[in-house]
């Protein structure tokens, strides 16, 4: 089913900014909104159950995947993430562009699904940078942190099956990658036929 708003799916690695990137996405442009994830790890930092993520127990998440609440799902170092397709496609709807941060696996997932998902991947500049940026987080241990790197490598391995690549290395000049890539998609015939019915219809064109 066709939307009047878009959807786009951003992954990477953890360490490589996709957080900090779509919150300065969408700090510029109020029609991109976030869609909301359930998961099973505890809160971190600020973070805020409605706001960032949906904190469940482990026994509601698998009643939701029982009931086929989620869209996608998967399990991330050792803690189960899902999107709800509910939530989806009710922004959509409204006309919002709604922007997901999963990981590589539900991202192929959604794709499945909403088949117009514009996936976007984004890659450290080099290993070393990667590290220190985990690092700097300082909310890991040195374990967690090899853990995460060991996972990277699979993750970004995955990056050929992205519609677009954007490597973080300079923050203004990725976010400036990103927003380019919001506004193309706005742009296409398919895209705007929707959004624009009205005009299209008032050009007589089908």
Partial sequence: MDYPGNLFVVSAPSGAGKS???????????????????????????????REYYFVSQPEFDAMIASNAFVEWAQVHGNCYGTSRRAIEERMAQGADVV????????????????????VFILPPSWEELRSRLERRGEDTEDVIEKRLTNAAQEMAQACKFDFVI????????????????HAQRLKYAAQRCSRSDTFASLGIC
């Fill in 20 to 50: 900090s990137l779509v919150n300065a996405l969408m700090e510029l442009d109020s029609h991109v909104q976030p869609s909301v994830s359930h998961t099973t790890r505890a809160p971190r930092g600020q973070e805020k159950h409605g």
């Fill in 100 to 119: 997901l941060e999963i990981d590589f696996q539900g991202a192929l997932q959604i794709k499945q699904v909403f088949a117009n998902a514009v996936l």
């Fill in 167 to 182: 490597i973080n290395e300079v923050f203004e000049r990725a976010l400036f990658d990103l927003k380019s890539i919001v």
